[in-house]
């Protein structure tokens, strides 16, 4: 079916779920969609019917692997909907997703508060400037306090929460919340909303709860200050402006709660979303580069089209290709500017995405999300623009894979096939990486981690029928300087008929953060040139160490010396020595291995905790804090990422099946 209509970017809503795994983000989009009549019945994730969790993997896995987009309606406005993973392992889905939304609806749940992925997402969110309102799930559940969830947001995020709503009912109990703004009792009874006055017995608490909500908002707020100092109280509607600039501005953060399970707390949600978080014209305008030059451009359906490609998917029926249009119009038919490859390509379709469904557009404009079929080369990250006008936009930034696993076709004549598919995997996915180990032969896919690599090999064996071995995964190490050396003087001379090639270095070479270069050199004695050329020399030498051939990091090189020749001498030559010097100089400090490590936050019961913990030790994990919390113990530590290989499996056994971990990067550490 194809639809003409398109809608003024002010009443489009760019918007992402975020959380942690199992805070409910799936279920709260399905509730979503059921709400804005965009579906007829609620999926469910313990059944397997959820919209946007429609890969069999998701299905089978009962979490999240790949960002689904969605589009609703809801009081006279489009919501272009993005849920994300919440497992860590598919942080870069995230981050492409977080590089094209313009607001989010962070969820936590309501018995843990703020879990380690759910802050490690806020402080991506951060990054990109994304203002976001927050969404207390779960409040039927045993245990479950506002208050406290609450108060793990001020205290784990640094935020101020402004918290709108007051729960009616406790866990079980809980039927509906008191909208503090307009002083409204919402409930739900059989799914169907039904306003009403506070009751009798909350009436107190709900003043004295918006009382704090209007002190709270009066000191971020001028206005409502002004109103706050002048009278008795602020209006519902001075409130709700308030509300609106402080999310906008990031200064505060509209806390909401409910139940997405039992579909209770989602149209308010809903209502905020419209009324707090930015439309396309209310986020400044898109910068991108031009030979050399920035430029701006608004979200206007008559500006020369910019759009940012963050997702490539192959489906039964071709390559899609989802875009988020920042400017100009987009037709059916238009052939547009790769600006990075410098090559055009022509769209053939444009499709309104209903996670795994379609419905044809024949247009889009500047603020939708959509997705095109036609593109054949465009990668995440990409920007499509008008030829007329090339504009490039900062693609999202990739993670860099840290765990490998060897994998070979069982049969031998499957070998291209499987070239095939690894490599469709890859330009879907930037956080994977394919390579050739040039000393062993094999071929080896990098990610950031043992369920991205599983999620991964899983989805070549199902789409493309192929047997593969896996071996067991491989970390990414470094190697860094521990003792450096001092006046390392290295000449390259090179004569073999012709110019020469001449230059004379000296480097000192010491411990330091990353890769650090600069020159002492006085006098003259290496002209600026050359010094660029040495700096650049050294930067090659860091692709492989003296202990391994991984990857050096963590040194600070400084060119104290050198001499050059009349005739011989050159940027080439200066960049040799560079290269040649620094790697004898590294073979002459002392060096130490560098191994990826992980933050590991274990929950299991009291009775497992000593031993739960004594294996981590025994993994060379550095315990960081333990804290006990219901029956339960919380324990944080840094884990080598070579030794949390398994351990999902290891835990279960040594907890009956209750134990549960998640685990976030935290860099490189030495090895012992």
């Known amino acids: 079916m194809r639809r003409h209509t398109t809608r003024s970017p002010a009443v489009v809503r760019n918007l992402g779920i975020l959380a942690h795994v199992d805070a409910g983000k799936t279920t709260l989009t399905e509730r979503v969609l059921y709400a804005t009549g965009a579906t007829y019945k609620r999926g469910e994730v313990h059944d397997g019917t959820t919209v946007t969790d429609f890969d069999a993997q998701e ?12 589009s609703c309606e809801w009081a006279g406005h489009r919501i272009n909907l993005i849920d994300t993973p919440g497992h860590v392992d598919f942080s870069d889905e995230v981050e492409r997703s977080l590089r094209v939304l313009d607001g989010a609806v962070a969820v936590f749940d309501g018995v843990a508060g703020v879990e380690p992925q759910s802050e490690s997402v806020w402080r991506r969110a951060d990054r990109h400037g994304v203002p976001r309102v927050a969404f207390v799930n779960k409040l039927d559940r045993a245990g479950a306090d506002l208050d406290t969830a609450v108060a793990s947001i001020r205290d784990r995020l640094r935020v101020t929460p402004l918290v709108a709503q007051l729960p009616i009912g406790r866990e079980h109990d809980f039927t509906g919340v008191v909208d503090l703004p307009r002083m409204r009792a919402l409930t739900w009874d059989r799914d169907v909303l039904r306003e009403g006055p506070v009751p009798d017995d909350l009436l107190d608490e709900a003043r004295r709860r918006r009382r704090l909500l209007e002190e709270a908002v009066a000191e971020l707020h001028p206005g409502a200050l002004e109103e706050f100092c002048a009278g008795p109280e602020i209006s519902a509607g001075t409130l709700q402006a308030a509300l609106r600039d402080l999310t906008r501005s990031g200064d505060g953060v509209v806390v909401l ?111 939708d999300i959509v997705a095109v079929a036609g593109p054949k080369a465009a990668r995440p990250g990409a920007t499509l623009c008008a030829r007329e006008a090339p504009l490039l936009l900062e693609p999202p930034s990739a993670t860099e894979p840290v765990v490998s696993v060897a994998v070979e076709p069982r049969r031998s004549t499957d070998a291209g096939r499987l070239t095939s598919a690894l490599a469709r995997l890859t330009d879907e996915d930037p956080s994977l990486s394919v390579r050739t180990d040039p000393e062993t032969g094999q071929t080896l896919l990098s990610g950031l981690g043992e369920l991205h690599l599983e999620v991964a090999v899983e989805k070549v064996r199902r789409e493309h029928g192929m047997a593969v071995a896996v071996g067991r995964p491989r970390v990414a190490l470094r190697e860094t300087v521990v003792r450096g050396v001092s006046g390392l003087l290295y000449r390259h001379v090179k004569q073999d008929g012709g110019a020469g090639q001449f230059a004379h270095v000296v480097l000192d070479v010491e411990p330091g953060t990353g890769f650090a270069f600069e020159s002492a050199v006085t006098g003259g004695r290496v002209p600026r040139e050359y010094v660029r050329a040495v700096a650049a020399g050294c930067r090659d030498a860091l692709a492989e160490g003296p202990l391994g051939g991984h990857p050096v990091t963590g040194l600070r090189v400084t060119l104290t010396d050198g001499a050059t020749h009349v005739k011989d001498s050159s940027e080439t030559a200066f960049r040799a020595a560079g290269r040649l010097g620094l790697r004898e100089a590294l073979r002459s400090c002392v060096m130490a291995l560098l191994e990826p490590v992980v933050e590991v936050t274990v929950t299991v019961p009291e009775e497992a905790a000593g031993g739960v913990l004594g294996d981590l030790a025994a993994r060379r994990g550095r315990i960081s804090g333990t804290a006990a919390k219901a029956g339960t113990v919380v324990a944080t530590a840094t884990v080598p990422l070579a030794e949390v290989f398994g351990y999902a499996t290891h835990l279960r056994s040594r907890t009956q099946g209750r134990g549960t971990f998640t685990t976030r990067a935290a860099g490189y550490a030495r090895m012992p």
């Open 257 to 367: 709660c409910g139940s997405a399970y039992r579909n209770r707390g989602v149209e308010p949600l809903l209502d905020a979303v419209v009324a707090y978080l930015p439309s396309p014209l209310d986020v400044p305008p898109v910068r991108g580069t031009h030979a050399g030059a920035e430029q701006e451009r608004a979200a206007d359906p008559e500006a020369p089209l910019a759009a940012l490609a963050f997702k490539v998917s192959s489906t039964a029926t071709g390559r899609l290709t989802f875009l988020r249009l920042y400017a100009g119009t987009l037709r059916k038919g238009d052939t547009v500017l790769d600006a990075g490859a410098d090559r055009t390509e022509r769209v053939a379709r444009i499709l309104r995405v209903q996670a795994d469904r379609h419905t044809e557009v024949d247009r889009a404009v500047a603020g």
């Open 59 to 70: 299905r089978d896995r009962g979490i999240t692997i790949f960002a689904a987009a969605v």
